[in-house]
């Protein structure tokens, strides 16, 4: 066995998720950075590489160049596969040009920068042999995998409530504007049709949609840009429906004042309800009217075996969100094995968020713009995948 070989597009000196998907990446030993193109300019991508020990030639001056060249080395020294860790609007034509050398892809989120690119993708996929992966981080704590479970097997009842919030503040004022990465994410060429929903406002929707097991059918939305002068949301609010029929709301601001990344998930049935926080990602609360509420704690007492396997330490050394990122590594590292041995590797059985997951994402984000804008109150987002898809060429 030897480890699976990746390269990196983006995340070089002082961005910020590079860094973090390199530290989740060799967590559990599986996985070697072999190359990388990790910025739009030259040298800093050259000095980037270097920095990380990676050898000279292998520092590319573009994501072009590195595809092209990865391809023509021999198989076993070759990159595997390609994470993308750059601006928004850079994500489709790279995964495209690294499926169309024939590497896997991991993508960080939204997918693409619309939707039609989104179905391009999917459409890609379809015809080649690539594996492909959506870093949705927060799917990979232990205790939000045992809310899944707890949900699947029926402990909650018929779910009637869905309640998710993400909450930072980092752009809550107009000098917040300055930074490198607030200053893509405000441009709607770089960043897409939102800014906030975009942003933050995706992970909420598909953490609801993991964890109840039910998917958003219809939206009602109000976005606000409030600082002046922006003109992408930086803040909102979604009413939902979901398809068993159970109503929900999911805020997400990047301008309340002192959050941190305060994400939160409540998912109500009709016999118990769950609470989840990242800021205390390693308890989940059962509760209901009628027994005392119960504390659940990452690695005591009997846990699914999803979430034994997303612990690596015994229970109270906190595990957080970069173990969280290094479980979507380790599941997509299982499943590139899996593909290699020619077994089943597809993105359910690895619960690996993959193209259907980006493709949704990129339909909430479009949806709840268009249901901002409009006067209806209640957005059907109808979408087959298959029936969805542009005609193949
Ligand atoms: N999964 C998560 O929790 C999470 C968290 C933060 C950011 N993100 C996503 O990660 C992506 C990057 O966000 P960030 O905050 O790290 O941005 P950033 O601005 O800090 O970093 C972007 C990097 O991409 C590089 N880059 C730009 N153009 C390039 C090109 N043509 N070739 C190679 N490299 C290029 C930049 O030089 C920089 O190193 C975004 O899509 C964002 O939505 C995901």
């Known amino acids: ?104 892809v991991l993508s960080d989120k939204p997918a693409t920068l619309n939707l039609p690119e989104a179905l391009a993708l999917a459409s890609l996929i379809k015809r080649h042999e690539c594996l492909y992966g959506l870093t949705h981080t927060y799917n990979g704590y232990p205790l939000i995998k045992q809310a899944k479970h707890l949900i699947e097997k029926g402990d909650l009842g018929n779910i009637v409530k869905v309640v998710v919030e993400y909450s930072q503040g980092w752009l809550a004022s107009k000098n917040d504007e300055q930074s490198k990465q607030a200053s893509w994410r405000l441009d709607p060429e770089k960043s897409g049709v939102s800014c906030c929903m975009g942003d933050i406002g995706g992970h909420a929707a598909n953490l609801a949609e993991y964890v109840s097991g039910l998917q958003i059918t219809d939206v009602c939305a109000d976005l606000t840009s409030t600082i002046v002068g922006r003109t992408l949301d930086d803040d909102g609010t979604v009413m939902l429906k979901l398809s068993n029929g159970a109503k929900g709301v999911l805020l997400a601001s990047q301008i309340s004042l002192g959050d941190e990344n305060n994400l939160k998930l409540r998912i109500y049935g009709d016999k118990k309800s769950i609470e989840w926080s990242q ?90 713009v268009m249901a901002s804008q409009s006067d209806l109150k209640w957005h059907p987002f109808a979408l087959d995948l298959n029936q969805n898809l542009p005609e193949q060429n």
């Open 1 to 104: 066995m030897k480890k699976v070989r990746m390269g990196m597009v983006g995340g070089g000196k002082n961005a910020f998720i590079g860094a973090v998907h390199r530290i989740a990446a060799f967590i559990d030993g599986e996985i070697e950075l072999v190359c990388g193109a990790f910025s739009s300019d030259e040298a800093r991508s050259k000095s980037s590489g270097l920095s990380l020990y990676l050898p000279e030639n292998r520092c590319y001056a573009s994501y072009d160049e590195m595809f092209e060249t990865e391809a023509s080395l021999p198989k076993t020294q070759r990159m595997e596969f390609v994470v993308i860790v750059t601006p928004n609007y850079l994500h489709f034509p790279i995964a495209k040009a690294a499926i169309e050398n024939g590497f896997h």
């Open 279 to 368: 800021l205390e990602p390693n308890t989940l609360w059962l509760k209901s009217n009628t027994e005392a509420t119960l504390q659940i704690r990452a690695g005591v007492g009997e846990m699914c075996i999803e979430a034994q396997r997303a612990m690596r330490t015994p229970a109270g050394h906190p595990e957080g969100y970069l173990e969280a990122f290094a479980n979507i590594y380790q599941n997509f590292v299982a499943q590139i094995r899996a593909h290699n041995n020619g077994e089943q590797s597809d993105n359910a059985t690895f619960d690996v968020p993959g193209i259907e997951e980006a493709v949704r994402g990129m339909a909430f984000i479009e949806n709840v």
